[in-house]
């Protein structure tokens, strides 16, 4: 059984970071691209960042370009999400997913992420 | 950029009937070298995480009943349930996978009577 299983998230001033972590089991990890999609409270879906299976490709929109990085350690099963210079509008639940063929094909729990003074 | 405009924003219906909902791209999402097209529709219920439905904009992920179905091609798609059941209660999101960033639509609210 496919499991995703977000952790790192919580209260974090604006300007300061923080860093996501997802564990995945049941599938072979390194065989996927894996990927994180935000939701602000009350709102859509928004893509923030996808890796490729070796980590060596790496997007993002403008909107977290500069500042997220994503990242993977495929001898760990795990997937992070490193957030600097946060911004209120960074406020959201993080979900992990993996990316079949391009689609979200499964998804984590999710991790909520509150920016604020 | 490539824009998704998603419609209706909310639907209420009664258990039984059929319901459509829509997508459209601000560009085509088929690929011509395989002849897909790079269109995913999500459901969201209540305070759960999202699931995929469908890819491809008309095949059915595993364990999808068969009362939903996606069909459209190039700009414009829909996502029908032919019979909603009150389980259905969600939100839906269409998003589009052909080229990054990759961007989803604003959402339907489908709500039973």
């Known amino acids: 059984e496919v499991q995703l299983v977000e952790s790192g998230g919580g209260l974090v001033q604006p300007g300061r970071s923080l860093k996501l972590s997802c564990a995945a089991s049941g599938f072979t990890f390194s065989n996927y691209y894996m990927a994180w999609v935000r939701q602000a409270p009350k709102k859509g879906l928004e893509w923030v960042a996808t890796i490729s299976t070796s980590g060596s490709r790496t997007y993002y929109p403008d909107s977290v370009k500069g500042r997220f990085t994503i990242s993977r350690d495929n001898a760990k099963s795990s997937l992070y999400l490193q957030m600097n210079s946060l911004k209120s509008e960074d406020t959201a639940t993080y979900y992990c997913a993996r990316a079949d063929s391009s689609y979200n094909a499964y998804w984590g729990q999710g991790t909520l992420v509150t920016v604020s003074s | 950029d490539i824009l998704i405009n998603q419609s209706p924003a909310s639907l209420t219906v009664s258990a039984g009937e059929k319901v459509t909902m829509s997508c459209k791209s601000s560009q085509s999402l088929l690929y011509s070298e395989n002849n897909q097209d790079y269109l995913a529709w999500y459901q969201q219920k209540p305070g759960q995480f999202p699931k995929l439905l469908i890819y491809?904009?008309?095949n059915r992920h595993t364990g999808v009943p068969d009362r939903f179905t996606g069909s459209g091609s190039g700009t414009d798609f829909t996502l029908t349930i032919s019979s909603v059941q009150a389980e259905d209660l969600a939100d839906y999101y269409c998003e589009q996978t052909y080229s990054y960033p990759l961007t989803f639509g604003s959402g339907t609210k489908l709500e039973i009577k």
């Open positions: 491809g904009a008309s």
